[in-house]
């Protein structure tokens, strides 16, 4: 008999966590998200988000043993953005049991019905920052650390109860060449020239940290019409920040300046960590920080994690100019591979400097939804 408990405790949060590291042991593909963030993104008192997010979160016992999880989300100013009345479903995780999944996913509908919404839509996150998208292709593919894998039952059993596509992202995996392309070259050349812009040319991190709020507000403009999006505030913001910026490697990150020193687009790119987190088993100590510094020091795959060009600037081949100079930066460095981003299928503008790497989509996530 299947029974759900809602998370109120340490210890239930604890194995919330931990659900998928039992349910994915000896999976070679699935990335484990580090449990010390996971615990960040998840707590009231973490994550600014709750400012304008409120969330609970389940876990389903099928004979007294977990069997899945799941977290309703509802993002207030999404809703208000969108001018709909949502419930996200995310951090949805189960064994191959409609019993299970189906209880999981009634308890977000009526919690969602309870609160007054009437669509439930997911997997999605708080915010566009955190994983979201249920693959649907790719399954023996590895994944990055920024985007959800999942069992090739998860989409069969949320279509069995009446969710339909919402939209899809797609990623690619992009061969790096020996050299950078000249006709890349001769297009960033020209589109500074043309728009007085420059690349910010810096050799240490913490150069990038008087640019990182400017990247963001130029990530808000470029993101808002994007699906399910919602502006960032500063201190989301500043979480991120905190997050990501001290891993970052310069060599890997390119902004692109305006004459008044305004970001105008970027790219920003990692070490994969995917192996190295698959060792790692979402534990830092005792040894899981050893294979992650590994992976940042030396590495021949990068994770193309973000790219945003402020929308004045759109469609005049700015990424040109940004994906220029990352390109340079991996052969100086040996990598051989890129993953992208994932992109929603429909904006194909961000995946149109692609095609001269050999790009193979190899993976696809996608949101569902049905009306309450």
């Known amino acids: 008999m299947v029974e759900i408990q809602e998370v109120q405790t340490k210890k239930q949060l604890s194995e919330f966590i931990r659900f998928p590291d039992a349910l994915y042991k000896g999976n070679k593909f699935k990335v484990p998200q580090l449990h010390v963030y996971e615990k960040s993104v998840l707590k009231p008192d973490k994550n600014p988000a709750f400012e304008f997010c409120e969330a609970k979160y389940w876990l389903a016992y099928d004979n007294n043993k977990i069997a899945g999880r799941i977290a309703g989300i509802i993002n207030r100013k999404a809703n208000e953005v969108w001018n709909e009345k949502i419930v ?10 409609t019993e299970v999944s189906a209880a999981l996913i009634k308890t977000v509908e009526d919690w969602g019905k309870s609160k007054g919404m009437t669509k439930i839509q997911g997997p999605m996150g708080f915010t566009d920052m955190d994983l979201e998208g249920m693959l649907v292709e790719g399954f023996g593919e590895t994944g990055t650390q920024a985007v959800i894998y999942n069992y090739p039952y998860y989409p069969v059993h949320i279509e069995n109860f009446g969710f339909e596509k919402e939209a899809d992202w797609i990623q690619f995996e992009l061969k790096v060449p020996d050299k950078v392309p000249e006709k ?10 043309k728009y007085g812009l420059r690349p910010l040319k810096i050799k240490k991190a913490k150069e990038l940290l008087p640019y990182a709020k400017k990247m963001f507000h130029t990530l808000n403009s470029a993101f808002k019409e994007l699906y399910g999006y919602s502006p960032l505030n500063e201190k989301q913001i500043d979480f991120y920040i905190k997050q990501y910026f001290s891993m970052v490697n310069p060599a890997y990150v390119s902004i692109v300046l305006d004459e008044a020193d305004d970001v105008v687009g970027f790219g920003v790119s990692f070490a994969s960590l995917s192996e190295a987190m698959i060792k790692a088993k979402g534990k830092l ?18 994770d193309l994690l973000l790219q945003g060009v402020k929308p ?35 904006n194909k503008s961000s995946y149109l400097l692609f095609k001269d790497y050999e790009p193979r989509q190899h993976l696809r996530r996608r949101s569902y939804a049905k009306l309450l």
């Not at 996200?88 to 049991?97: A, E, Q, S, Y």
């Not at 100590?285 to 990068?302: S, W």
């Open 88 to 97: 996200r479903f995310g951090w949805v995780d189960f064994t191959d049991n």
């Open 184 to 193: 890349l070259i001769r297009m960033s050349e020209l589109v500074q020239k």
């Open 285 to 302: 100590y005792p040894t899981g920080f050893i294979h992650i510094l590994k992976a940042m020091r030396k590495n021949d795959k990068v």
């Open 312 to 346: 004045g600037y759109q469609n005049k081949g700015i990424p040109a100019i940004f994906f220029s100079e990352m390109m340079q930066a991996y052969i100086d460095n040996g990598v051989k591979t890129a993953i992208t981003s994932h992109a929603l299928e429909n």
